[in-house]
């Protein structure tokens, strides 16, 4: 077995000490690796060479990622460890908190946050003293009316949430519900009020000798409606839809929450049926049963012809009494074909509400410009937002609101 000491690296004998603490960190931001790997890592850098950035890249990269969702945080990981010759400077300030107003708070990027953590676990985040003549006015600020944690946490987009947060983020998914209300059908009851029923009024009258006695009442029946669940898992969606499976399998194992059914499909470049995933108990494993059969994890976006696909092959099956389909996407579609509008006014015709989460709406400016959502909007009839806890949760007071369109009345006299 090749040992760390008997290999002779040719420029830097210091670079086998740190390519295993760069391991360590990327282990610590939740890529799973091995030593096996960290050897394989030095014997292709002692192999390939490391004097051109790219290949250094790929190199580590070719070794220690082996799923899709490990990209984002590898490449993180990598910029603040070996690009950013000012990563702890630049970590430790951006894990302090900055008094909005004072310090301009910047925006992390994907996994940004929890590749910092991982880099800085056991590092003093204090700020060193400075001397007296830089010191800057203290500041004192009354907490006592300020947000609680998990106040902060509901209100948290989930793509800029560290490792931590997003594990206390999915305790409070699992807690949501989607209460939904009953639907009145044409069929009628026996009830104990409504209007007469002429027929079971006869027949208790015959049972008396035809002496009309008490009336027999009855009222329109009700039924829950089935929920279908479609959700984006492009790499645009990544975060955003393993929060929103996290919610759907709270949803789909929720007591008295009304839905008689609840069924759940992904895409990305194609549509794979999760129904029967969602059924486990644990969400761990239904997730990751789900995440196996569904092959297109961050790859590309094809939502038109995904969503003709399902009205093939699914809307017969899933969409009757009444269905509301629940469309968690962003709406950049990537297919050159189009389709897109013709899929989704299908789609509309045959569910009872369709119901548009999109992470874009956090932004303040947002505007339908990008042609898919375009095209999508008017074919649906709630457009809201789905990123973050505060924003499931309103869907749960919102969805069984017939007249409720969230922000699409806005955007479409932006169109």
Partial sequence: M??????????????????????????????????????????????????????????????????????????????????????????????????????????????????????????????????????????????????????????????????????????????????????????????????????????????????????????????YPNLVVLCDISGSMSQYSRAALHFLHAVANEKGAGWAKVHGFTFGTRLTNITRHLAARDVDAALAAAGSQAQDWEGGTRIGECLETFNRDWSRRVLGQGSVVLLITDGLDRDPEGGLGRAMERLHLSARRVIWLNPLLRWDGFAPKAKGIAEMLPHVDSFRAGHNITSLEELGRVISKPMDTGEKSRLMAAL
Avoid at 81 to 110: C, N, S
């Fill in 2 to 223: 090749v040992e760390l000491a008997d290999l002779e690296l040719p420029d830097d004998p210091k670079l086998a000490g740190n390519i295993t603490h760069f391991a360590r960190a990327l282990r610590k931001a939740g890529v799973p690796i091995g030593t096996g790997a960290v050897l394989n890592a030095i014997e292709a850098v002692q192999a390939v060479g490391f004097t051109e950035k790219t290949d250094f890249y790929w190199t580590l990269h070719a070794c220690f990622v082996t799923r899709p969702e490990q990209r984002i945080v590898f490449a993180q990981v990598f910029r603040l460890y070996w690009r950013d010759p000012r990563y702890l400077e630049h970590m430790i300030a951006f894990m302090t908190p900055a008094v909005r107003g004072v310090q301009e708070e910047r925006r992390a990027k994907p996994a940004e946050k929890r590749a910092a953590e991982a880099l800085l676990d056991g590092v003093d985040r204090e700020v060193p003293d400075l001397p007296s003549s830089e010191k800057e006015t203290e500041i004192q600020i009354d907490a006592t009316r300020t947000a609680s944690a998990e106040e902060r946490l509901r209100s948290l987009d989930f793509e800029q949430m560290s490792t931590d947060e997003m594990a206390q983020a999915k305790r409070l998914l699992a807690r949501l519900s989607l209460p939904v209300a009953p639907i009145k059908t044409r069929r009628m009851g026996a009830d104990h009020r409504g209007r007469i029923d002429p027929v079971r009024t006869m027949r208790l009258a015959m049972r008396r000798g035809g002496e009309l006695g008490a009336l027999a009442y009855m009222k329109p029946r009700k039924r």
